[in-house]
């Protein structure tokens, strides 16, 4: 049942990461779902996804919760009912949620090639000028995850990734910085944080995910 972290990263805001190493019937075994949470589940495609899903149960236990105590806006945004803020993200190996009393984004991505053929649709690719290849995945992964939990903080249809959301300048040694959502008229500022890990077990090689979180200035 690995726990793999939980990260403080602020006085009330916890990050709970899982690394599924569970098949689907130890994690399915493992936690109570609500019957809504159970058609989901039976209605995902890969046995990937619903690892996924499970793993995320398996953290709001460990938080303290349970399957029944959440719920989904019209959106897809997750809520907690007592109102502390939660976000969701899962990745291939990992699942992660952050919980907090303010309003917060989280994303878990794994850093993979893909990113950079993309990456002119999403950011400003001057910033990954001067990088090596590899650095460039990275940071691009880093990018896409700020755009990701801004979006799921924000919530608001209409939102465009290269459009609307701005991050400032960093290095990947930052581990944070800021970013900018530009809609309807308004400004709004975000700090970011942002760490790597590693998924490193003696069966696969090493993988990088990057994860991402964003909370209100
Ligand atoms: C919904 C979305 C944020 C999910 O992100 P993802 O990287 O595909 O998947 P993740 O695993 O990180 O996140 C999934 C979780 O996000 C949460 N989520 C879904 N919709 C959400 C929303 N509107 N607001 C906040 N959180 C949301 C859910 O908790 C979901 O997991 P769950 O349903 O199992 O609980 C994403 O698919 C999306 O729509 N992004 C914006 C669209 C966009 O602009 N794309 C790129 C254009 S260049």
């Given amino acids: 049942m690995p726990l793999f972290k939980i990260i403080d990263i602020s006085p009330t805001a916890k990050v709970f990461l899982w690394k599924i190493t569970e098949d689907f019937n130890e994690l399915f075994r493992n936690v109570s779902l609500k019957d809504t949470s159970l058609a989901r589940l039976e209605g995902m495609k890969s046995e990937s996804h619903q690892k996924g899903f499970l793993a995320v149960r398996m953290l709001?236990?460990?938080?303290?919760?349970?399957?029944f105590d959440l719920y989904y806006d019209e959106f897809g945004k997750p809520h907690l009912k007592d109102g502390t803020h939660i976000s969701i993200s899962h990745s291939f190996d990992f699942s992660a949620i952050v919980?907090?009393?303010?309003?917060?984004?989280?994303?878990?991505?794994?850093?993979?090639?893909?990113?950079?053929?993309?990456?002119?649709?999403f950011m400003d690719v001057s910033h990954l000028e001067n990088l090596t290849e590899a650095e460039q995945m990275r940071k691009a992964t880093v990018v896409w995850g700020?755009?990701?939990?801004?979006?799921?903080?924000?919530?608001?249809?209409?939102?465009?990734?290269?459009?609307?959301?701005?991050?400032?300048?960093?290095?990947?040694?930052?581990?944070?910085?800021?970013?900018?959502?530009?809609?309807?008229?308004v400004i709004q500022h975000y700090d970011i944080l942002f760490e790597e890990i590693e998924s490193d077990d003696s069966e696969n090689p090493k993988q990088i995910y990057t994860l991402v979180c964003a909370v209100e200035s």
Avoid: W
């Fill in 60 to 67: 709001f236990q460990v938080a303290g919760y349970t399957d």
């Fill in 99 to 121: 919980l907090s009393n303010c309003n917060i984004g989280i994303d878990l991505e794994m850093v993979k090639d893909k990113v950079l053929r993309i990456a002119p649709r």
């Fill in 146 to 185: 700020i755009k990701e939990a801004v979006f799921k903080l924000k919530n608001e249809v209409g939102i465009s990734f290269p459009d609307h959301i701005f991050e400032s300048p960093f290095q990947l040694s930052d581990k944070k910085c800021s970013a900018e959502l530009h809609f309807k008229d």
